[in-house]
């Protein structure tokens, strides 16, 4: 837990912080979930940690609840979208090799439609 609970200059932490608009699907005390700008699937929602963490390459065993927290919520999201029987993919993208675009941790819920494998 080295990084601040919040860097100004970071995207998600202003859509967090309600300085800049999104489409708020559902929230908890710890995490928000939004819709994503650019979709990819007919569900593509964005689940991200209220505290600011670069990415899943710094995370320790101290974020375990951090964490735990977005995966339920993207279970939650998935489970909203009537998504768990039909299956969904959850996403984290990490580096410029896997296209991260945004350096604060969010997880990607896909679903919808079948998606593809390997993954582009
Ligand atoms: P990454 O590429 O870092 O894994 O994912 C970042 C995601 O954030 C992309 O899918 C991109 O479409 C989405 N995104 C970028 N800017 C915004 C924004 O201002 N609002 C929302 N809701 N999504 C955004
Ligand atoms: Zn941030």
């Known amino acids: 837990m080295t990084e601040p609970e919040r860097d ?10 309600g300085e800049l608009p999104a489409l708020k699907i559902l929230e908890t005390a710890s995490a ?3 819709a994503d700008i650019n979709p990819q699937a007919p569900t593509h929602v964005l689940v991200i940690p209220r505290r600011h963490i ?7 065993p101290e974020d375990a ?11 939650q999201v998935a489970s ?3 998504l768990d029987q039909s299956g969904y993919r959850l996403v984290i993208n990490q580096g410029p090799d896997a296209g991260q675009s945004v350096p604060h941790l969010h997880i990607h819920v896909l679903g919808g439609r079948p998606l593809q494998w390997p993954p582009g």
């Open 54 to 60: 670069s990415g899943i390459a710094v995370v320790t």
């Open 65 to 75: 609840a951090t964490l735990a927290g977005i995966f339920d919520l993207a279970n």
């Open 32 to 34: 928000i979930a939004i």
């Open 8 to 17: 100004p200059h970071c995207l998600f932490c202003r859509i967090i912080a």
């Open 80 to 82: 909203a979208r009537g």
